[in-house]
Structure formats: structure tokens, C-alpha cells
């Protein structure tokens, strides 16, 4: 079967660095997403992989093993408004969408 | 419209009525989808539609259908509201012209309850 996996919650620290793990097993394999979504929201794009290797856009940078099944969300800088749930997602052969359940970032100041 | 707009944002409803949420889109996107977002779980597919006129089941879409007239709007109809369909909906939509990008932009949401 198609699977992700996540951790269902994390706490950091305002400033700090904080990394959320995503491992997936899809039938095919298309590219990687992270979304965000705070608290009564809609999720929204944070970046895509599909190539192995770090993927850099600001404060946000996202990584692939596509042999591992492995990817990962890290968060510098942290910032109390980065306080929301993280969301992994693999596209499968064809083309939808395997979403994780979330990790809900808390952020303390 | 700016996107992606969904109606209403929020419906109490009684089991066994039909009820049909709404979704429009306004970035002339071929593919539109429809997920539900239950505590816990990952958004799971409802339907999906891949261009105006054809649509496909999703990973959970028993009790609910979907129609695409045209390309800006893709309703979601439940036929007899049961209370297990409680749930937040979320419509979404994407460029699949673009196989190696299919980012989806997503609507607020509908948060339904059926007693």
C-alpha cells in the first residue's frame, strides 16, 4: 500500500532550527511536497522535490533521498508565526497526490 | 475571484439530506480536486477531475459525487449526509499541463457537519 509517515507533533524554540522527517512509500514516484497550514486554514505550497538534494528558499529548505524514501523540511530562524502544521505529500505514478497526516510545530518563545 | 473560492464555509446539516458544495476557480486550471481533512488522518481524495468533463473517484469517494460542466466550477453533491461525512472539505485545483510541476492551490474550506 501507499504510506507516509511523519511525526505528529514537534516543539522548538523561537530562533532555533527545527527539522521535520517525512518518509513515503508510493507506487511510482513523481516529486515530493511540503505544504504549510496553520490552524483553521487551507494548506498552502512550500516547496517541491524530485531530484535528490536540497532544495533552498529562504528561511525553508527541503531535501530528497529517492532511495531512501526520505525527505526533510528544515526551518531556521524559527519564528513564532512558523508556529502551524507541516504537511508531506508524494505524487504517485499517477500524478495524485499521497498525503501525510501533518506535523503539528509548536513554537515557544 | 482571486483563486480558489468555496461556499458556504460552514453547514450544519441533518442526516439524510443532500447537500452540494461548491468550488470555483478562477486560474483556468485543468485538474480540480476534492478532499476531506478528518483529525489525525491525512487529506484523503474524494474525486478528482483532470480537464472539463471527465472526472475520477479518489481514494475515499463512496456517498459522494462530482460533476465538471465547465472549467471553473466542481461541485461535490453528497446524496443522503450520514454523520461519518463530518469533516472539513477542501477543493483544489492544479496546471496539469505541467507533468514535472503540479503544485495545488487550495480553496478555505468547508467545515459540514451532519447530525
Known amino acids: 500500500g501507499q504510506n507516509i509517515d511523519q511525526p505528529t507533533e514537534m516543539t522548538a524554540t523561537e530562533g532555533a532550527i527545527v527539522q521535520i522527517n517525512c518518509t513515503y512509500q508510493?507506487?511510482?514516484?513523481?516529486?515530493l511536497f511540503w505544504y504549510q497550514q496553520h490552524a483553521g486554514e487551507a494548506p498552502t505550497f512550500l516547496s517541491y522535490?524530485?531530484l535528490d538534494g536540497l532544495e533552498e528558499k529562504g528561511r525553508f529548505s527541503s531535501f530528497l533521498s529517492r532511495s531512501k524514501g526520505y525527505s526533510y523540511l528544515l526551518l531556521k530562524e524559527l519564528q513564532m508565526k512558523d508556529s502551524a502544521s507541516y504537511l508531506c505529500?508524494?505524487?504517485?505514478?499517477?500524478?495524485?497526490?499521497?498525503w501525510g497526516a501533518g506535523t503539528k510545530l509548536i513554537i515557544k518563545p | 475571484i482571486a483563486g480558489i473560492t468555496q461556499a458556504p464555509t460552514s453547514q450544519i446539516l441533518a442526516a439524510g439530506r443532500r447537500m452540494t458544495l461548491r468550488c470555483t476557480q478562477d486560474?483556468?486550471?485543468?485538474?480540480m480536486y476534492w478532499y476531506r481533512q478528518d483529525l489525525g488522518l491525512g487529506l484523503r481524495l474524494i474525486h478528482y477531475?483532470?480537464?472539463?468533463?471527465?472526472?475520477g473517484k479518489g481514494e475515499v469517494p463512496d456517498g459522494y459525487s462530482v460533476s465538471r460542466a465547465n472549467t471553473d466550477d466542481f461541485p461535490l453533491t453528497l446524496a443522503s449526509a450520514v454523520p461519518s461525512q463530518t469533516s472539513v472539505y477542501f477543493c483544489?485545483?492544479?496546471?496539469?499541463?505541467?507533468?514535472?510541476?503540479?503544485?495545488?492551490?487550495f480553496g478555505p474550506g468547508t467545515r459540514l457537519t451532519v447530525l
Open positions: 505529500a508524494a505524487l504517485d505514478s499517477n500524478y495524485q497526490l499521497i
Open positions: 483544489a485545483s492544479s496546471d496539469s499541463s505541467s507533468r514535472e510541476f503540479t503544485e495545488q492551490f
Open positions: 508510493t507506487s511510482g514516484f513523481n516529486g
Open positions: 522535490n524530485v
Open positions: 477531475s483532470n480537464t472539463a468533463g471527465t472526472t
Open positions: 486560474m483556468r486550471h485543468n485538474a
